[in-house]
């Protein structure tokens, strides 16, 4: 990909959401010259930002970040904020990463297609170039108004709770939310009969959308093992300790988040399975038995890095795929992207992390494998370990059937890490499509400002800083490993797979750009 230089932009006028905390989602800020401001319910307020204040997580601007942010952006950032809003409407600590890593996948790939339709040689995946428009008709306003009514009708289907914020955010780019039947060959049309047909095809892809309820799982599954009260450990009722075991948290039994993304249509792989990882230690076994004791030595010997690393990525106001939209929106800032790169850039990413659900869970419903929040305390039962005793406690001796992991534990199997997954894939994406894995973004972790010991850690600053993709890849994998929520086997084949899938992606999806898809 070619770099477009760009002069460092003036500094914007300070507004109220410039003065709002800057936390690992909200990244972008508004100008005063925004275009509107919107409340969704549950979640932060929905701008609509027309430039930079900073597109870094220090607070500080890329060199060459461009002023203006391009239209693929702005959509991309109301994407999330739809994503945000739905689990925090609905009291959830975590996202569902499956089926939000598949909802950008959507929103970009309808984006995608309606930009390549003013491309001279880009196809579409849905329509290949048989919608491409004429010389005359490829300008950015085109561009610009067919983009976003196709990330109006995407994001209407995924989230319609929102139609209100969605329809204000399209009227606020200056086009109509009540234009249902355009003039044919109009941006307007371009826009929606590109994305209805990238709807059309996802509804069928296996993920149960149009389900009730939407997302519910398909394979029938069913835990070996009877949930377990979390911080209550019962070994007694454990009838396979190897395998996944439901947790019971605050009174809300887990079940298992949408088994079926494991056989669902991928973009670019083959297959679901067509990458996999080593299979589990066995248990009992030495090799199981040094993965034990190697979580229980970090968790008696947690530096406040490790901690802020553990939190950091834990990723519970975003997602694992929110995280790589920020590394995204990094690179288009610092490499000075429009319109143009950014709807290839964000369309090969999200369909990297898509695919990258699809083949992490797939190889979680092969293994089933349990996780170290159940497996520790039944294997380490009776016996006296050293270990973090919870917020504040700092290591202490207990009985190990008390021990747990440093951040809350989602509701599926170990074995892969999906976040190493995700990571692996987008970074080998980026590093392809930039031409080169060198990254430079970076995070102050403030003191005091973790959320599992606030007030207390981590006791002075940490900076968390990312020279290359890579990097900020194996950081992301391994701080599952800190938290205590994955083992080292499910992380370094994770990320490795991932990598393997960012590359096969970003083959098929240059495909696409250059026009070479049939």
């Known amino acids: 990909m070619s770099h477009r230089s760009a002069a460092p932009a003036p500094a914007p006028t300070e507004t109220a959401a410039a003065r709002a905390p800057l936390t690992r989602r909200r990244v972008l800020t508004t100008s005063a010259a925004a275009a509107g401001v919107l409340a969704l319910p549950g979640s932060a307020a929905w701008a609509v930002p027309t430039s930079f204040e900073a597109e870094t997580r220090t607070g500080r601007r890329a060199p060459g970040a461009v002023t203006d942010l391009s239209v693929v952006i702005r959509w991309n950032q109301a994407a999330m904020d739809a994503i945000l809003g739905r689990y925090q409407a609905a009291g959830n600590r975590f996202g569902p990463a499956t089926v939000n890593a598949r909802a950008l996948a959507i929103i970009h790939n309808a984006i995608y297609d309606a930009w390549a339709c003013y491309d001279r040689c880009a196809v579409g995946s849905r329509f290949g170039g048989s919608l491409r428009r004429p010389r005359a008709e490829r300008t950015l306003d085109n561009k ?19 139609k209100v914020a969605i329809d204000s955010m399209l009227r606020s780019l200056g086009h109509d939310p009540e234009l249902t039947d355009p003039r044919r060959n109009s941006p307007a049309w371009i826009g929606r009969r590109t994305a209805r047909a990238v709807l059309d095809y996802r509804h069928g892809d296996g993920a149960n959308q149009l389900g009730t309820p939407a997302y519910s799982d398909t394979t029938g599954y069913q835990a070996r093992n009877a949930p377990q009260t979390a911080g209550a450990f019962d070994p007694s009722t454990v009838t396979d300790p190897a395998h996944w075991t439901p947790l ?11 088994p079926q993304f494991a056989v669902m249509k991928p973009f670019a792989l083959s297959r679901p399975d067509q990458f996999t990882v080593p299979a589990p230690p066995a248990y009992p076994s030495v090799r199981m038995t040094a993965a034990i004791e190697e979580l229980l030595d970090i968790s008696a010997n947690l530096t406040d890095e490790q901690k802020a690393i553990a939190e950091f990525w834990l990723n519970d106001d975003v997602t694992p795929p929110g995280a790589q939209q920020m590394w995204g929106r990094y690179v288009s800032a610092r490499d000075g992207y429009g319109v143009d790169e950014d709807a290839q ?28 929040s159940t497996l520790i305390p039944y294997d380490r039962r009776g016996q006296q370990i050293h270990s973090w005793g919870g917020p504040g406690q700092g290591t ?27 990571s692996g894939a987008a970074a080998e994406f980026l590093r392809r499509f930039t031409g080169s894995d060198s990254f430079g973004d970076s995070y102050r972790f403030k003191a005091g400002a973790s959320t599992v010991e606030p007030g207390l850690t981590p006791r002075t600053d940490v900076v968390l800083h990312w020279p290359t993709f890579s990097e900020a890849a194996r950081q992301a994998g391994i701080s599952r490993v800190y938290g205590g929520m994955h083992w080292s086997f499910d992380n370094e084949p994770g990320i490795e797979m991932g990598h393997s899938i960012g590359k096969v992606v970003h083959r098929q999806a240059m495909r696409y750009f250059t026009g070479a898809h049939r």
Request: aromatic fraction near 16%.
């Open 396 to 422: 202490v001796a207990m009985d190990g059937v008390d021990w747990q992991a440093y951040v809350a534990v989602p509701p599926f199997p170990a074995t892969v890490s999906g976040h190493s997954t995700f």
């Open 345 to 372: 850039l964000f369309f090969g990413l999200n369909m990297a992390e898509c695919d990258a659900a699809i083949g992490s869970w797939a190889v979680k419903l092969d293994y089933d494998f349990a996780r170290p």
């Open 144 to 162: 610009n108004e067919a983009i976003s009514y196709a990330a109006h009708l995407a994001l209407l289907d995924l989230y319609p709770e929102y």
């Open 248 to 258: 019971i948290v605050n009174g809300k039994t887990q079940r298992y988040l949408t």
